[in-house]
């Protein structure tokens, strides 16, 4: 091993290594960076004492500050809950017309009963509600059973001809098939198919309309389900036909077809399905998506 010496150009000490006549020298390490790494094992070394580290034998050393990541996200989620739980308490025992008044509760409602609305209703009421073919828009101001909160919460409760023989709360009634049990002749069919689009404002054969009218308030009863001026009736569910919203068609044969042999919607009742405060969420949501009826 040759001695340690200085060498001449740089006067660094070499470190007394020597390969062929090239030796190393010793250049000590910048002391920024010395203190840096002094700092970090301090650091290190604190960290190892605060929070859950060494293992022992039957457990682990738990940390001076008694905490962890996981401690604090069972707290918060802790904190949710009961925030979460107070609000559905409230749902479940205040009125609609109260939760409707209060701010922070309807908010709550309304994302509750959209996040309900996706999972129970769009597959019939589509995204948003807008109803499909045989399936009423809920967005809108037409209603066919009413569109008061009161309304709304019977319909989604009870449904509509759920199950009447067991369901005596549910919604029915009944359109009779003036064609298929020949309550009303043939003609009569064509002129009241004509009056219907007359209520409505299409294009119609005026003196068909015109006898038409008299089996819409005599012959048939319409009126007695569809209102005189055809503005519907939302006791029976008899929807309004002098519009240009339709359930089920708004063509002239479309027309015929439902006068002829009618169909008849089918609602599930939610009752013991979904428990009281979603059903209350469910009507805020759908009150409020544009058509609701009142405050
Ligand atoms: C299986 C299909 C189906 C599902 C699922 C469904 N509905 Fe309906 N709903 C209907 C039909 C059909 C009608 C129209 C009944 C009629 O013709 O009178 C209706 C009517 C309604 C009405 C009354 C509309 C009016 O104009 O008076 C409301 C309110 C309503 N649904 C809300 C809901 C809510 C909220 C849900 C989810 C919890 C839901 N529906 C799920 C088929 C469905
Ligand atoms: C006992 C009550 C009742 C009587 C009487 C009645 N309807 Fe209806 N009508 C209904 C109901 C209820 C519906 C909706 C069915 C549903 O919601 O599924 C309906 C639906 C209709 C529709 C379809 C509306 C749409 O939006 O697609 C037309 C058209 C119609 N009725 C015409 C008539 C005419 C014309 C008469 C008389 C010849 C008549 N109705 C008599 C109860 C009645």
């Given at each position: 091993?040759?001695?340690?010496?200085?060498?001449?150009v740089?006067?660094?000490?070499?470190?007394?290594?020597?390969?062929?006549?090239?030796?190393?020298?010793?250049?000590?390490?910048?002391?920024?960076?010395?203190?840096?790494f002094?700092?970090?094992?301090v650091w290190?070394?604190?960290y190892?004492?605060?929070?859950?580290?060494?293992?022992?034998?039957?457990?682990?050393?738990?940390?001076?500050?008694g905490?962890t990541?996981?401690?604090?996200?069972?707290?918060?989620?802790?904190e949710?809950?009961?925030?979460?739980a107070?609000?559905?308490?409230?749902?479940?025992?205040?009125s609609?017309?109260?939760i409707r008044q209060?701010d922070?509760?309807?908010?709550?409602?309304?994302?509750m009963?959209?996040?309900?609305?996706?999972?129970?209703?769009?597959?019939?009421?589509?995204?948003?509600?807008?109803?499909?073919?045989?399936?009423?828009?809920?967005?809108?101001?037409?209603?066919i059973?009413g569109?008061?909160?009161?309304?709304?919460?019977?319909?989604?409760?009870?449904?509509?001809?759920?199950?009447?023989?067991?369901?005596?709360?549910?919604?029915t009634?009944e359109?009779?098939?003036?064609?298929k049990?020949?309550i009303l002749?043939?003609?009569?069919i064509?002129?009241?198919?004509?009056?219907?689009?007359k209520?409505?404002?299409?294009?119609?054969d005026?003196?068909?309309?015109?006898a038409?009218?008299?089996?819409?308030?005599?012959?048939?009863?319409?009126?007695?389900?569809?209102?005189?001026?055809?503005?519907?009736?939302?006791?029976?569910?008899g929807?309004?036909?002098n519009?240009q919203?339709?359930?089920?068609?708004?063509?002239?044969?479309?027309?015929?077809?439902?006068?002829?042999?009618?169909?008849h919607?089918?609602?599930?009742a939610?009752?013991?399905?979904?428990?009281?405060?979603?059903?209350?969420?469910l009507t805020?949501?759908?009150?409020?998506?544009?058509?609701?009826?009142?405050?």
């Amino acid at each position: 091993m040759a001695e340690r010496e200085r060498d001449e150009v740089t006067g660094t000490e070499t470190t007394g290594h020597e390969w062929d006549g090239i030796r190393e020298l010793d250049t000590p390490l910048p002391r920024w960076w010395l203190w840096t790494f002094y700092a970090t094992i301090v650091w290190g070394v604190g960290y190892m004492l605060a929070y859950p580290s060494l293992p022992l034998i039957n457990t682990n050393y738990k940390g001076f500050l008694g905490t962890t990541n996981r401690m604090q996200l069972h707290q918060e989620l802790k904190e949710v809950n009961t925030a979460r739980a107070e609000k559905l308490q409230q749902l479940e025992n205040l009125s609609l017309q109260d939760i409707r008044q209060n701010d922070e509760l309807f908010q709550f409602a309304n994302r509750m009963g959209a996040a309900a609305f996706k999972v129970n209703c769009v597959q019939c009421h589509q995204a948003g509600g807008q109803g499909a073919y045989g399936y009423p828009n809920l967005a809108d101001d037409d209603w066919i059973w009413g569109g008061t909160l009161e309304d709304i919460h019977y319909s989604i409760t009870h449904g509509i001809r759920y199950n009447p023989d067991t369901n005596e709360e549910t919604r029915t009634s009944e359109m009779p098939a003036f064609g298929k049990d020949q309550i009303l002749e043939p003609a009569q069919i064509d002129a009241v198919v004509e009056y219907v689009l007359k209520l409505s404002g299409q294009e119609h054969d005026a003196k068909k309309a015109e006898a038409g009218q008299t089996v819409y308030m005599e012959d048939a009863g319409c009126n007695g389900c569809h209102g005189d001026k055809g503005e519907g009736i939302k006791d029976v569910g008899g929807p309004r036909l002098n519009d240009q919203i339709w359930l089920f068609g708004g063509t002239r044969e479309e027309i015929r077809a439902q006068i002829f042999n009618p169909k008849h919607g089918v609602m599930p009742a939610w009752k013991g399905k979904l428990d009281k405060a979603t059903i209350k969420a469910l009507t805020i949501y759908v009150h409020s998506l544009g058509g609701g009826v009142g405050s």
